[in-house]
């Protein structure tokens, strides 16, 4: 939970200065809606909703401005330098509503953000703070193990693409299988399995992963490939198709991976979904975390990549917002906001002056990282856009979509420059060489799809072997 108002109100001094008295006399206080409820507030059903809505910047984990951190009901009771933000049992004194109810200046959120509190929501934490102010049954989550199976036979779908940087490989996911294909043929090469993997009844599960491979990545060498699965992530070697390390204690799916260009750090991007994004950056030679980014966002992230220097991280979430950190330390430096939905996936330009992210809300925007502002909206995929990934050293990145297809896109001028069809369903999945001569997708029917890059045409559709309608079937039993 990371609520604007709460760091900017407690950040100021204790006491009101001259600009403070001036907003005091623009108030239009918000009315307090007429609940007509004698039932108690309930923290975790009413009111926490609350403090997601209205979220702009985070005040939680290693980001707390104002010393104030709303990662726990504990850290809201505390308060920051101005004191207390709550007072039980007292809402005209309680600083969270006065400010949040524009009854005191200066109001928040600001009136910048156009995101004001409704009269229902001011009538809640009205309620709720004279009610005592009661924070939830259990502060701390308890989770219900989860025991992993197979996935259903039928559900195949493939939620990851990479292509090695020598260009001779791709890997893809299928279900919970990873494949290799010839990167210029499309033949199939071979499959990744981890012999000792099994179910939880003790049978082999003859696959990559226990369930779905949700995302994975070359390393910077190709020497190896990272696998992102449910609260792992895989490093195999390339070569030998054998395990060198398992990277745990993930709280959910591991959905984005990325290597920074120096080949120091590898990031992650997860996290349980509606309760907080999980950011995890890696040291890549020892596997040791050097940074887990609490509190960055409050829902699952969806899409982590370097920037060009490997001095910056950008992440996208499902709580609409795209953010950037410094590596490798953590830290927050900047904070865009502008999608209506989900924000699928991020992109940098290879300048390091532009970022691109990919929507749920089925737009593509471009963003002016120094400026922190946006440049435009790119319109044309009818569906939600999935994933992004820029080419080599020019303005160019490719968007995979809901629609079916696969596109290239200006950044500079927003222009589109190219379609790649012949998916049947929901593409998931988009990887390109530096040079963009070679293009791989994949979604919701299980086919890898791979491209010529220079004009959209499908050079093969690939399958494993097991998979292939094409490859011959065995002779019925009893005949030769």
């Known amino acids: 939970m990371r609520f604007l108002l709460m760091g900017l109100l407690l950040a100021a001094a204790p006491f009101a200065g001259a600009a403070e008295k001036d907003a005091n006399k623009k108030l239009n206080p918000i009315a307090p809606a007429d609940l007509k409820r004698t039932d108690p507030i309930v923290y975790e059903k009413d009111v926490a909703p609350i403090f997601q809505a209205k979220c702009q910047v985070c005040h939680a984990g290693k980001i707390t401005d104002g010393d104030f951190n709303l990662g726990t009901y504990a850290g809201l009771m505390k308060g920051g330098k101005r004191g207390k933000a709550v007072i039980p049992g007292k809402h005209a004194e309680s600083l969270l509503w006065l400010m949040s109810s524009h009854n005191k200046g200066p109001i928040m959120p600001p009136k910048s953000e156009e ?155 997860g996290g349980v979904p509606t309760e907080d994004g999980e950011i995890k950056i890696f040291d890549a030679k020892s596997f040791t975390p050097v940074a887990d980014i609490k509190g960055g966002h409050s829902d699952t992230v969806f899409g982590v990549c370097f920037s060009p220097d490997s001095k910056l991280l950008a992440t996208a979430a499902a709580d609409k917002f795209m953010k950037v950190f410094e590596v490798p330390s953590g830290k927050l430096a900047k904070s865009f906001e502008g999608h209506t939905h989900h924000v699928m996936d991020v992109g940098w330009s290879p300048n390091g002056k532009l970022l691109a992210t990919a929507g749920a809300d089925d737009l593509v925007k471009v963003w002016d990282y120094e400026k922190g502002e946006k440049t435009r909206d790119i319109k044309g995929h009818t569906k939600q856009v999935t994933r992004l990934v820029f080419l080599g050293k020019n303005p160019h990145f490719l968007t995979a979509s809901g629609d079916a297809t696969v596109r290239l896109w200006n950044a500079d001028n927003g222009g589109a420059m190219r379609q790649f069809g012949g998916s049947t369903d929901f593409v998931y999945t988009v990887a390109t060489t530096d040079d963009g001569a070679i293009v791989a997708a994949g979604g919701e029917d299980g086919t890898v799809r791979l491209y010529n890059g220079a004009n959209g045409q499908v050079i093969k559709e690939m399958l494993p072997p097991s998979a292939d309608p094409k490859a011959a079937a065995p002779a019925p039993a009893g005949k030769k």
């Open 115 to 269: 995101n004001p509190l409704t009269p229902q929501e001011v009538a809640v934490l009205k309620l709720w703070i004279d009610q005592g102010a009661k924070g939830p049954v259990n502060d701390v989550r308890e989770r219900t193990k989860i025991v992993l199976n197979l996935p259903p036979i039928l559900v195949k779908p493939v939620r990851a693409v990479a292509i090695s940087p020598d260009k001779t490989i791709v890997a893809a996911s299928r279900g919970n299988q990873v494949h290799f294909f010839d990167a210029k043929t499309g033949a199939y090469k071979k499959s990744l399995v981890d012999p000792e993997l099994k179910t939880p009844d003790g049978k082999p599960a003859a696959a990559a992963h226990i369930t779905l491979v949700d995302s994975m990545a070359f390393t910077r060498d190709g020497k190896q490939l990272a696998t992102g699965s449910f609260q792992e992530v895989v490093f195999w070697d390339v070569e030998k198709g054998t395990i060198t390390k398992r990277v745990t204690g993930f709280a959910d799916r591991v959905v984005s991976i990325d290597f920074s260009a120096d080949g120091k750090y590898f990031a992650t991007g």
